[in-house]
């Protein structure tokens, strides 16, 4: 059996996960602040963010590290 295809596109995909765990734990942690402090929100929004752009961008660097090393 021969096997025809990419497999970097499946490590792409296990490696998203660890970026969707990450937001969902970043998330997480703001709600859990949030919930013990109201008045700290103003505080914690953009720290939160901040946290979820940098997790997003990690996974779209791999997206595109995945077909550029895949091509």
Do not use: D, T
């Not at 792409?12 to 970043?26: K, T």
């Not at 998330?27 to 979820?52: S, T």
């Not at 997206?63 to 895949?70: E, P, R």
């Amino acid at each position: 059996m021969e096997l025809h295809g990419s497999l970097n596109m499946i490590g792409y995909g296990l490696a998203a996960i660890g970026s969707a765990i990450g937001v969902g734990m970043i998330f997480a942690a703001y709600i859990n602040g949030v919930a013990r402090q109201p008045e700290a929100q103003r505080i914690l929004q953009p720290i939160a963010m901040l946290g979820f752009a940098l997790a997003e961008a990690l996974a779209i660097l791999g997206l595109v590290f995945a077909f550029v090393i895949g091509a």
